[in-house]
């Protein structure tokens, strides 16, 4: 019931007025975004690479109207790239790609294209890109691009949700040589016709899903904070024989570091997702949705006044 009250205020303008002009609300999405600009993505891929972290970074914003904005968003992740690049960032760190910011909703080509040009950049700055997966509407599209991406750029990523009921099917189409699959749990509300809606039936598909991919010949990358589910990623790892080059853990900025040290002081690569940008909003109410628990953390800091 939380999580369907946080998802609708996520949705609401005036929820997001309140939230925006709070008193220390830049200080709780701190907590999770690591700032506005090109700069500040940097300046915290250069920390975290050099604490043994991977990372993915993801510029905040989605659901664009024009085909300006589309290519506004394209620009930025060139330059993005082509910083890393310099900064000597790469491989390490790589992009997280939303096709609604590319204009996905405008046009499909258009996503395409926009996205082909970041999987270009990508190359050239040695690294890779992952498409991030939205609301259930949208997955039959982003699956398609995929597939023409990964016809030059094989190395493209993609997330799938487990808590859509076709989720496990798709691991098993893309179960294969060269493949990189993000798992997660899903962040939207979604209909109980195409999603599962209790958590303990999301686990138990976040599990099925994780043995088709770690028993295939793709790399699967676990992005999950429950700790039953980071436990049985180690066994499963163990099980198929699955060192730290052939399957990663990833885990959101500000959602159990100490967990994240943990996983990098065992070898494991750990690859932390990074969002910058303007465009906090949506993001944080997602994030809370997932972890209602957060909710307190950040209606202590909204309560606060020093």
Not at 76 to 100: I, M, N, Q, W
Not at 179 to 195: D, H, I, N, T, W
Request: hydrophobic share 40%; charged share 25%; glycine share 8%.
């Amino acid at each position: 019931m939380l999580r369907s009250v946080i998802l609708a205020a996520s949705r609401s303008s005036r929820v997001e007025r309140f939230v925006a002009t709070a008193p220390y609300t830049s200080d709780v999405v701190h907590r999770f975004v690591v700032g506005g600009g090109t700069d500040d993505a940097l300046r915290a891929t250069r920390a975290l690479v050099a604490d043994g972290f991977a990372v993915t970074l993801d510029h905040l914003g989605e659901d664009v109207v024009t085909a300006e904005q589309a290519h506004a968003v394209r620009d930025e992740y060139r330059r993005l790239l082509a910083g890393l690049s310099d900064a000597g960032l790469t491989p390490p760190a790589e992009v997280s790609v939303k096709l609604s910011a590319l204009g996905q909703k405008v046009d499909e080509r258009l996503a395409y294209d926009n996205a082909l040009a970041v999987c270009q950049a990508a190359d050239a700055a040695g690294t890779t890109v992952t498409l991030d997966m939205e609301d259930h509407t949208t997955t039959d599209s982003t699956l398609d691009v995929l597939t023409e991406l990964r016809r030059d750029h094989p190395s493209t990523g993609v997330a799938l949700q487990a808590y859509l009921r076709r989720t496990e099917s798709d691991c098993r189409e893309l179960a294969r040589a060269g493949a990189r699959v993000r798992l997660c749990k899903g962040a939207y509300r979604e209909p109980e016709s195409v999603a599962h809606q209790s958590s303990r039936d999301v686990d138990r598909s976040y599990v099925r899903c994780m043995n088709v991919l770690m028993a295939g010949d793709g790399y699967p990358m676990l992005a999950t904070h429950d700790p039953r589910l980071i436990a049985i990623g180690e066994d499963r790892a163990r099980w198929f024989d699955r060192g730290p080059d052939r399957f990663e853990f990833q885990m959101l900025y500000g959602i159990r570091p100490q967990e994240q040290e943990r996983l990098v002081a065992e070898g494991y690569t750990m690859r932390t997702y990074v969002p910058y940008g303007d465009d906090w909003y949506g993001y944080l109410m997602r994030r809370l949705a997932e972890r209602p628990a957060n909710l307190i953390f950040f209606g202590r800091a909204l309560a606060s006044r020093g």
